[in-house]
């Protein structure tokens, strides 16, 4: 007994019709036959519409032999692609996975290796002395400051001075060994003490291998300034 479920009679139907057209309009001559491109055209269709071309392929045999071929290669064609976009869909997705799975595994071992704030320590009082720091434009539009300054690799409670005529407000900061690789990022306010425009910013630089950095300075929006800054052990 054929199954009955809708899909399947529809299916056994259409096969009927199908096999009906295929049988019963021979047109050997090709009388009044539209031609491969408008066949091609048909097939290209996402569903059937009545016009004077459909009519014609639904009664000729051969013509519509020629369109159920051609219709076979657009399904075929558009299989193809739908699987490539899952395919691309799956890699994206794999990716984000990656990315999300990357992030939180940097978490926890950043959690797990960060000790307790007591067990560090005192920050140590240290200052970073730029009012005279003069300073160069690098390749990328950025400064770069030629004066080298000494800092100990200890946790730090730093009191940066900033160069002469700085605005107080907001300040971002990072410390680096290359431009656009921050390794610590911070910010802090500065305000304006006794004429000098001062910053404070606990710096941990306690994990640091002594040598030379940069230490880099914005206040938003503007461009990042960077000095030259030697860490002693
Ligand atoms: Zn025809």
């Given at each position: 007994m054929p199954d009955d479920s809708a899909d399947e009679v529809f299916e056994r139907l259409q096969d009927i019709v199908q096999q009906a057209i295929l049988r019963e309009f021979p047109n050997p001559e090709r009388k009044g036959c539209p031609g491969t491109e408008v066949l091609r055209e048909l097939a290209n269709r996402p569903r059937p519409t009545r016009d004077a071309a459909w009519e014609h392929v639904t009664h000729c045999s051969p013509c519509y032999r020629e369109f159920l071929d051609l219709r076979e290669q657009v399904k075929r064609r558009l299989e193809l692609e739908h699987r490539q976009v899952v395919r691309r869909r799956a890699v994206l997705g794999g990716i984000a996975v990656a990315i999300v799975g990357g992030g939180i595994a940097a978490y926890e071992s950043f959690e797990r290796r960060e000790p307790a704030?007591?067990?560090?320590?005192p920050y140590l009082p240290a200052s970073l002395d730029l009012r005279d720091a003069s300073s160069t434009r690098s390749a990328g539009g950025q400064t770069v400051a030629a004066k080298p300054h000494v800092l100990p690799a200890k946790r730090l409670d730093l009191t940066i001075l900033l160069p002469i005529g700085s605005e107080p407000g907001r300040y971002d900061i990072q410390w680096l060994?290359?431009?656009?690789?921050?390794l610590l990022s911070v910010s802090g306010n500065a305000s304006v003490e006794n004429g000098v425009t001062v910053l404070r910013v606990k710096l941990d630089l306690s994990r640091e291998t002594p040598g030379n950095y940069l230490i880099g300075l914005r206040q938003p929006p503007s461009d990042w300034t960077f000095y030259q800054v030697t860490l002693r052990s």
């Open positions: 704030p007591e067990e560090l320590g060994k290359d431009i656009d690789k921050p």
